[in-house]
């Protein structure tokens, strides 16, 4: 990854130069490939759709037409045809049974070798031994992940080590207004529950 190795270069006391050919990879027009496109997946296609991006996605439930319309996204019944076309694969999924290792060894062996795995889900939807042999045997191109299991990683963890994965502390909400806006959510769910009224968020909607 650019982004990881020109961090490096940027900040290094050796630094006499940049390099010409750090290059990163065209997001524009490029496949991106949403694995759950509930509330969250949909979010990302709106603004994948901003960079012109061809947007594939796989879910239990297909979206109504009038939605993926508004967003340019094609359904794919079969996870396998997202995972073979997509040059960017984002988990945006729940941890469940169903989900749980959900990509291995054989569904990053379907993926591009050119293509980047993205897990903004839970760690556990992702075999990570598997992730870490497909990363350092070229079988995919690389991964950015803001979860991992457990969390923080090991020190020695070999996914620590790797020059083509970008991990982050499980930030994705790591803003004040985020944090703020879901302890207000929190406390309004409380008090409808309290009172005996619907839930305005629920985790398991009806």
């Known amino acids: 990854l650019c982004l990881h190795l020109g961090c490096q270069i940027a900040v290094s006391p050796d630094t006499k130069h940049f390099a010409v050919d750090c290059l990163g990879v065209e997001v524009t027009r490029a496949t991106l490939g949403i694995i759950g496109m509930g509330s969250i997946g949909y979010k990302v296609a709106q603004r994948a759709r901003a960079f012109s991006m061809r947007i594939l996605y796989h879910n239990r439930n297909r979206r109504r037409k009038e939605e993926e319309e508004a967003v340019g996204a094609h359904y794919c019944e079969r996870m396998e045809e997202l995972l073979q076309q997509s040059d960017f694969v984002m988990l945006v999924v729940n941890l469940t049974p169903q989900t749980h290792r959900l990509i291995g060894r054989k569904e990053l062996g379907l993926m591009k070798s050119t293509a980047t795995l993205i897990n903004i889900s839970r760690g556990a939807v992702i075999d990570q031994d598997a992730l870490v042999e497909a990363l350092q045997n070229q079988v995919i191109r690389a991964a950015a992940l803001d979860v ?56 398991f909607p009806e």
């Open 148 to 203: 991992t299991y457990p969390e923080p990683l090991p020190r020695d963890h070999p996914l620590l080590r790797l020059t083509n994965v970008i991990i982050t502390p499980h930030a994705g909400t790591a803003t004040l207004q985020a944090v703020q806006a879901m302890a207000a959510e929190a406390v309004a769910n409380m008090l409808a529950a309290l009172r005996g009224q619907p839930i305005p968020s629920p985790v």
